[in-house]
């Protein structure tokens, strides 16, 4: 019992200590707290937008500051002025003018508030680390500037601390005393509450955070009884929060868009997301195991467990039309346990773009090289035949010059893609009315339908709305896709170009009745050196690059470009543009 007993005492004083002292704290953090809510607030108080108004306007001129200061000065009941309060009056480089008290003139170079009011802004910002409260205002007075700084030196609020110190002090020394002899005299009334907390602890070690232990005084046991039921009723409210992120990151696994899966070290399955499933297309039955699941993988088990962090391996397979990237590494291996995580990621469009890049070179290295071949023969032709007649000299000479043309226009629609791709593109964008625009540009391609004996026509229809775009650009892709009909229209064929309103956007169509396109080129007109006629489109000097330069122009307008065709009955190109909104088409007009 008396081994008891020293351990009650020793509990006791711990705690009397520990309440004391947090007590102390509190109390002496609330007293600093409390005299800077009281500083600053007197400080607000007066220097109002009204008080700050009246300062600018009586230091304006000479003898403005000695103006201020009196001002300041005859406020400074309001701002509580002490010997230990003082006010200064600073000119705007932090230059000391005048002041008040014994100490007007203090030490203040380092303050984080007077550097900030010397860069035009209000210094009000605290710290309670420091030894003293301060505020600096800076205020423009016509050509003058001053900065107003009213600082405390924390003496009262230091006195005062030092006093609830002592008393914190003395209240804890009686403490001691009394937890003394109190738990000495009273052991057996405290062993009471010690078995309730005894059977409390082992309920919560049990799992069970529902009972509450009973309060049977209000001395140290009793706090410590208090204790207990709070720590309880955290540790319950602890792990909900622990089981309700469990939940969340079950269901950020379930929903995610790359495969995860995890095996223990005998390759059972722990957890599977719905996106691994379906990227691995594998049965229900397969997608228990480790090996059910990436059987394809070439890879063992053994393997992966023989890893230590950070290693890890990975492997690239086939899954159906699908292109698979799986990184696998081990985890908790360290302690024996744990197994391995697979992570797999679908790189079918990545690698579909990695080709689509392999047959864009592939084809810029093609469209190239046939125009430099016949450059080169040609050239060496003219030079290493001097009696080459003067016709079939000029008629070599034309079609060097052809040829660098058309490697000159691939050059220049490979440069506006990727200006174009890269965001790089200078727009000349304005409001204006298209129907000029479109009238233009198909009379200009009426000498070219005429020379294929094409009947092009033209009709606009009425209130078109504006349109906010690069009016050149805007008439190289119309020009482009009226080429196009009368590139592909038979001799004799009908061209006709229409414009309309759509419901507030602008329609233009292109329709002619030539060899019309199979449908099953349709959908990759718009894919860079797709050309339905391969030696068609180079007879007539074309690159494959018109429409998809025209589809990224369009689409950078917020417009569509769509075509419609059939085979033998000719082909539609429809362009859909958006209106300018209805204030700078109103402002348009009024111009």
């Not at 379930?254 to 691995?280: I, K, P, S, W």
């Not at 990975?314 to 992570?343: N, Q």
């Not at 391609?445 to 005429?450: E, P, R, S």
């Not at 602008?506 to 990759?524: E, F, M, Q, T």
Request: hydrophobic share 40%.
């Amino acid at each position: 019992m008396r081994s008891l007993q020293w351990k009650l005492v020793l509990i006791l004083v711990l705690l009397v200590v520990t309440v004391m002292v947090l007590v102390g704290t509190y109390l002496l953090s609330g007293v600093s707290g409390f005299y800077e809510q009281m500083f600053y607030t007197e400080m607000n108080r007066v220097f109002t937008p009204d008080f700050l108004d009246a300062v600018m306007q009586i230091g304006e001129g000479e003898g403005g500051a000695t103006r201020v200061a009196e001002y300041v000065q005859a406020h400074s009941a309001r701002l509580g002025l002490t010997e230990n309060r003082t006010f200064s009056l600073l000119d705007g480089n932090g230059t000391f003018i005048t002041g008040s008290g014994a100490q007007a003139r203090p030490a203040f170079d380092n303050s984080p508030n007077l550097i900030a009011a010397r860069n035009g802004k209000v210094g009000a910002d605290s710290n309670r680390l420091a030894a003293y409260f301060d505020l600096a205002v800076p205020v423009a007075a016509g050509e003058n500037s001053f900065i107003l700084y009213i600082r405390d030196s924390k003496v009262s609020v230091s006195e005062l601390q030092w006093m609830l110190l002592g008393i914190i002090g003395q209240a804890l020394l009686m403490g001691l005393v009394l937890s003394i002899l109190l738990s000495i005299l009273l052991s057996k009334t405290i062993s009471r509450p010690i078995e309730d907390l005894t059977r409390g602890a082992k309920a919560v070690a049990a799992g069970d955070f529902t009972s509450k232990i009973p309060v049977y005084s209000n001395d140290e046991i009793g706090l410590l009884t208090e204790t207990f039921n709070s720590m309880s009723q955290t540790l319950s409210d602890t792990l909900r929060t622990v089981e309700n992120e469990r939940d969340k990151l079950s269901a950020l696994f379930q929903h995610m868009t790359d495969g995860v899966a995890a095996f223990d070290r005998q390759g059972a399955l722990l957890h599977l997301n719905d996106a691994a499933c379906e990227l691995l297309a594998n049965g229900e039955e397969d997608c228990r195991d480790f090996y059910g699941l990436f059987a394809e993988a070439d890879i063992s088990l053994p393997e992966l467990l023989s890893l230590r962090r950070p290693e890890y391996a990975e492997r690239m397979y086939s899954v159906g039309k699908r292109e698979l990237r799986v990184l696998f590494t081990p985890f908790g291996i360290a302690d024996g346990e744990g197994g391995v995580i697979a992570v797999i990621y679908d790189i079918t469009e990545q690698k579909r773009l990695e080709n689509s890049r392999r047959e864009f070179v592939a084809d810029i290295t093609h469209e190239l090289r046939t125009p430099l071949t016949n450059v080169k023969s040609y050239a060496e032709t003219l030079l290493n035949d001097d009696d080459l007649p003067l016709p079939m000299r000029q008629r070599f000479l034309n079609v060097i010059l052809n040829e660098t043309d058309r490697m000159t226009r691939l050059v220049q629609d490979l440069l506006t893609l990727s200006k174009l791709d890269y965001g790089r593109t200078d727009w000349n964008n304005e409001i204006f009315d298209p129907a000029p625009l479109i009238s233009n540009i198909a009379e200009a391609m009426n000498g070219d339908a005429a020379r294929h004996e094409h009947t092009l026509t033209c009709e606009i229809g009425e209130d078109l709305p504006l349109i906010q775009a690069d009016r050149d650009r805007l008439g190289q892709v119309l020009a482009n896709i009226i080429g196009n009909s009368i590139k592909y229209t038979p001799d004799g064929g009908q061209i006709s170009v229409f414009a309309k309103n759509e419901k507030g956007k602008l329609l233009v169509s292109v329709c002619d009745n030539g060899i019309g396109i199979p449908a099953a080129d349709l959908p990759h007109l718009f894919n860079r050196f797709y050309r339905v006629d391969k030696a068609r489109s180079r007879q007539s000097g074309g690159s494959g690059l018109g429409l998809a330069i025209a589809k990224e122009f369009i689409e950078q307008l917020y417009g569509s470009i769509s075509i419609e065709s059939e085979p033998g009955k000719g082909t539609c190109v429809f362009i859909r543009l958006p209106g300018a909104d209805a204030e700078k088409e109103s402002t348009v007009k009024a111009t």
